[in-house]
């Protein structure tokens, strides 16, 4: 079949066609706990703001104020790279 002309042409314009129509399903961050010091604590995941091109998570100490109190915990942001539809895109090919 490889000698029949454009035969790879049609076949990578058919691959195309399903990779730009097929939804892919976010995977989750599975943070589930963190250290603080010595303590170890959960974590939960909040929706801060929601857009239509992207959603801002919190992730929450579950750890009391008492705990937390003196303790150095800096804020992190954590940025995904884009890439296709989602960040995690490339992981789905092959």
């Not at 035969?7 to 943070?31: C, S």
């Not at 750890?63 to 539809?85: M, N, Q, R, T």
């Amino acid at each position: 079949m490889p000698r029949i002309p454009f035969v790879r042409h049609i076949a990578a314009g058919y691959e195309l066609m399903y990779w730009l129509g097929k939804e892919y399903e976010k995977p989750p961050f599975a943070i589930r706990t963190t250290v603080v010091g010595d303590k170890t604590g959960g974590i939960s995941e909040q929706v801060r703001h929601n857009k239509a091109f992207c959603t801002l998570l919190h992730f929450r100490k579950n750890l009391s104020d008492e705990e937390l109190a003196g303790l150095h915990h800096p804020k992190v942001l954590l940025v995904a790279p884009l890439s296709g539809h989602h960040s995690t895109f490339a992981l789905g090919v092959g």
